[in-house]
């Protein structure tokens, strides 16, 4: 049996964390959880799994919890973060809260060796540097819930790193793959929100249709698989059936494939390095599909794929501040207040305006995080 500690429970990766322990109660328990502030999805949750530790963003939240379930244990601040995922008798953390506010807790879980199921890709965009050198120097292998990076993960199984040629990343190109760059000057919200292929949070959905969900994956694999970016292609890849791919050095490609359902790539990481059943999902029937389509990436009509790739090799603060000021634009707009293309301007200008820090500690990370947000919002005043 192994105890689950899950940050982001009442989210879209939270909640499929969750059916996934409910099929398999012999293997997996809901031993800790933290969300925000969203009550209403989190009580129907404590009423199942009953986990004895809750963690919330705030004292509000805390004390309406209290409310209904006086004798549970409730933590309030970021810090709840941190201390649910070094608890003993945690034996997994997923982490699946959204943004970087999941850094620390990574790191956390880290030194205290736990098995870290990785969804939340800004942890490793803003400092995959130090996440990385964590878990090398405590021995703690990191198994990556985003389904491009667990293709690749599933990919290299028993391969040779220096095997290794190209890292072929998919995208599905999101809501507006179809669409010209004069199209996007006057799309909504709702159809940004539109996905294609795969329900999600609403954050990771606009990503998708700015494309920075892509470049934020490119600086995802860079650190978790140790490649160079210029071995790091994205090919666009409309059905989302092919997850990833590796090539190798004598032309072999290895891909992992299936139907588009992210309760395959979380199951992977909780039960590593064993495989189990999943009879709920929908099995791939390639002859039902037919067709498979592929094209070239144009990094012109995506830009935000583009700066993620300078940021990327820039490297040191400058992958922080291509995050932070893409959370608070995606966020901007989430809430209306800026148009679609306005948000690859404000990330534009704000690398524009950074000058690099190589090799930031923790400290600087998080001050340069927290400066990033404040100067996006001040250029709306
Ligand atoms: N959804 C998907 O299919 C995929 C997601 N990912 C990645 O996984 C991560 C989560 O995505 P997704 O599930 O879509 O996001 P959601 O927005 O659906 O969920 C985010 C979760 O994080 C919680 N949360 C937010 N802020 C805090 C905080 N300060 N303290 C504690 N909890 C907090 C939210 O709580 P509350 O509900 O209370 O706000 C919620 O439970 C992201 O990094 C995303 O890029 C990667 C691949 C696929
Ligand atoms: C399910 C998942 O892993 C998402 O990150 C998904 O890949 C989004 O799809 P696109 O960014 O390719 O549109
Ligand atoms: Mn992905």
């Known amino acids: 049996m192994k105890n689950i500690s899950l940050l982001g429970a009442t989210g879209s990766i939270g909640l499929q964390t969750l059916e996934v322990i409910r099929e398999h109660p012999q293997e997996f328990s809901l031993y800790a959880m933290a969300f925000g502030k969203n009550i209403e999805k989190a009580l129907p949750i404590i009423k199942e799994f009953k986990p004895s530790l809750v963690a919330v963003s705030d004292e509000q939240s805390r004390r309406a919890l209290l409310a209904e379930h006086p004798r549970l244990e409730v933590i309030a601040g970021n810090e709840g973060l941190e201390v649910i995922s070094i608890e003993p008798a945690v034996d997994v953390v997923v982490n699946a809260v959204m943004g970087s506010v999941g850094l620390q807790a990574t790191l956390k879980a880290i030194e205290a060796k736990k098995q870290v199921a990785l969804a939340n890709k800004e942890t490793l965009v803003t400092a995959g540097h130090l996440v990385m050198e964590k878990a090398k120097k405590h021995g703690v292998e990191l198994l990556p819930v985003d389904s491009e990076h667990s293709a690749i993960f599933q990919s290299l199984n028993g391969e040779a790193r220096n095997d290794i040629r190209k890292i072929l990343l998919t ?3 999101g809501s507006f793959r179809d669409k010209s760059r004069q199209d996007l000057a006057d799309v909504t919200l709702d159809d940004a929100l ?9 954050k990771i959905t606009i990503d998708s249709a700015t494309m920075m969900n892509k470049g934020l994956e490119v600086i995802e694999a860079h650190w978790l698989f140790d490649v160079p970016y210029e071995e790091i292609d994205v090919v666009l890849h409309k059905e989302s059936v092919i997850h990833s791919m590796v090539e190798y050095k004598d032309n072999s490609v290895i891909a992992q494939l299936g139907t588009p359902d992210m309760r395959v790539p979380i199951q992977y990481a909780l039960a590593y390095p064993s495989r189990l059943e999943l009879p709920k999902s929908k099995r791939l029937d390639l002859i039902e599909i037919g067709k498979l389509h592929f094209s070239e990436m144009d990094q012109q009509r995506f830009p935000c794929l583009r700066m993620a790739y300078d940021a990327g ?21 989430l809430t209306g207040r800026i148009s679609f293309l306005e948000i690859e301007e404000l990330i534009q200008r704000a690398m524009d305006k950074h000058e690099t820090i190589s090799r930031p500690d923790l400290g600087t990370i998080l001050e340069v995080d927290h400066q990033t947000r404040t100067k996006v919002l001040s250029y709306l005043d």
């Not at 539109?194 to 609403?202: D, E, L, Q, R, T």
């Not at 603060?317 to 000021?325: C, E, F």
Request: charged share 15%; aromatic share 6%; hydrophobic share 40%.
């Open 171 to 173: 995208a599905s190109g």
């Open 313 to 333: 090799k820039e490297g040191g603060t400058m992958t922080t501040v291509l995050n932070a000021a893409n959370e608070i634009a995606v966020e901007m707009f």
């Open 194 to 202: 539109k996905h294609p292929n795969w329900s999600m949070g609403a």
